[in-house]
């Protein structure tokens, strides 16, 4: 492939990795969401269409999200939104979760962890956009045997998308009655406990006929390109976050989920 062939596909994750870093800033979900997605086009337009190519597009969304969620946090933290609490308790569980979720995504083949990211996008989009905000769980985050539970199962099902905790922390917070500007906020902490360990275990994943630049499953060409972009957009996406109503922010971060499902199992289905 010819520079003249390149820089498109060049523009496209730039463009991309800003948008990530916007999300992430905006509704806590470390930007993989629409990474995935974009590094999986990227690749195959590249001629990078191998069997291990989602592993690739997981990893590297996950080691981007070390970043976007470090940046995020932090332009949350200075609105006293970040319940750190919270990410205490929840952080060992998290990360054993996020551990299990590399074990099993690195013996799937491309197209089975495409459909999975496109089932679990859906599912998240759909509660989101048909859920009322009103529904509540409980009074108080879970804690004891519960919390035991459900902290390595957003670790493990977020791994499997290759995204931060806000597409599921989101959701499972406000069910516990957590307002939605905290639970977007803390749910940038979640992206960190989830990306930090996993990445760590990808980088010793072995890829046959991966891109130039790949450690592992990492690729480190587009992780630079992408934080290049995110550590300047994350902010912004902060500062809207708390501008925006939270009925509305609720609605748009559905209705996004949405449309990235069904591209991605459009992608996967037919190519």
């Known amino acids: 492939m010819d520079f003249a062939e390149l820089l498109p596909l060049l523009g496209v994750l730039i463009v991309a990795s800003g948008f990530a870093g916007l999300l992430a800033g905006l509704f806590g979900v470390g930007g993989g969401i629409i990474l995935v997605p974009a590094y999986y086009y990227v690749f195959v337009a ?4 191998i069997p291990q190519l989602m ?3 997981l990893a590297t969304s996950l080691a981007s999200i070390i970043v976007t969620s470090i940046r995020s946090v932090l332009s949350h933290n200075k609105r006293g939104a970040v319940d750190w609490g919270l990410l205490r308790g929840w952080a060992p569980g998290i990360a ?3 551990l299990l979720g590399v074990l099993v995504a690195a013996g799937l083949r491309s197209d089975v962890l495409a459909l999975i990211f496109a089932g679990l996008a859906s599912a998240v989009g759909l509660f989101l956009l048909l859920g009322q905000p009103a529904w509540r769980v409980a ?8 919390r035991a539970i459900l902290s390595p ?14 597409s599921f922390g989101v959701p499972l917070m406000t069910l516990y009655s957590v307002p939605m500007h905290r639970a977007v906020a803390t749910a940038a902490g979640f992206g960190l406990l989830i990306a930090a360990p996993s990445v760590l275990a990808f980088l010793f994943v072995p890829v046959d006929g991966a891109p130039p630049w790949t450690v592992g499953a990492v690729n480190f060409a587009a992780f ?10 994350a902010p912004l996406g902060a500062r809207l976050a708390h501008a925006l109503p939270a009925l509305l922010l609720r609605r748009i971060f559905a209705v996004f989920i949405l449309i990235v499902a069904v591209n991605m199992l459009r992608e996967a289905l037919w190519g």
């Open 224 to 233: 630079l390109v992408t934080i290049c972009m995110t550590v300047l957009t």
């Open 139 to 146: 009074p108080e985050m879970p804690r004891g045997v519960a």
């Open 46 to 49: 590249l001629g990078y269409d």
């Open 153 to 166: 199962l957003v670790g493990f099902l977020s791994v499997l998308m290759g995204i931060g905790g806000g």
């Open 55 to 57: 592993q690739i597009c």
């Open 96 to 98: 054993l979760g996020a």
